[in-house]
């Protein structure tokens, strides 16, 4: 786990115990990002188009933490953790936190923070959809949402990064608990990384 930097506890009254390990203090260089992860009734450039309340099912099903926050859809390459996820009407908005300890999550901050990234996309399982005949594009309406990603590409193109402020955030809107570390990222991960394996194997896509 080169991505994760830990630190050993002894106990000095008990040598002989094995070490335990202890996540560091969460680096001060955090960053907050604001965005949507997807947006509402345009076609993506793989022939999708996502349908208000495609979302909500998952939204009710799953907490934001919940929903992993990766680079470029690479289950194994965490960039931090959602604090908050909301259908409004222009699509599916974001609201997290990119973590300097991560080593990609230090890449993605460099990258935001001079302007040279800012795409967002989703890795999901299509739950129901329809062909529009007349255009040909596939039309969903209910989505298993599984992650959302930092990508230099974006699939959906009007899917980005509006906002980039500082951790932690001083707004009303301020989100997420102590949990919300390099440690609490652990928990999910492989059951994550099994999820992302079977995407491949199906018709599901990602956007």
């Known amino acids: 786990m080169d991505t994760i930097r830990l630190a050993i506890a002894r106990d000095p009254a008990r040598p002989d ?17 604001d965005g949507y992860a997807s947006v509402f009734d345009h076609a993506d450039d793989g022939g999708d188009l996502i349908r208000p309340g495609a979302f909500a099912r998952s939204l009710a099903d799953r907490a934001a933490r919940d929903i992993k926050l990766l680079w470029q859809h690479d289950p194994t390459q965490p960039v931090g953790t959602i604090l908050a ?17 991560l080593r990609p999550g230090a890449e993605a901050l460099a990258l935001l923070r001079v302007g040279a990234l800012d795409g967002l996309s989703i ?21 298993d949402l599984i992650e959302v990603s930092l990508v230099t590409f974006p699939m959906q193109r009007l899917a980005r990064v509006h906002g980039l402020g500082p951790w932690p955030p001083t707004d009303a809107a301020e989100t997420g608990t102590p949990e919300d570390s390099v440690a609490g990222l652990l928990p999910g991960l492989a059951r994550l990384e099994r999820a992302m394996t079977a995407l491949t194997t199906t018709t599901a896509t990602t956007a």
């Open 17 to 33: 115990r094995r070490p335990a390990f202890k996540a560091v203090p969460d680096e001060p260089d955090d960053a907050v990002i």
């Open 85 to 101: 996820l909301g259908e409004d009407a222009h699509g599916l908005h974001v609201r997290a936190r990119v973590m300097q300890a």
């Open 123 to 143: 890795g999901f399982r299509a739950r129901h959809s329809g062909r529009d005949p007349a255009t040909g594009l596939r039309i969903l309406t209910d989505v």
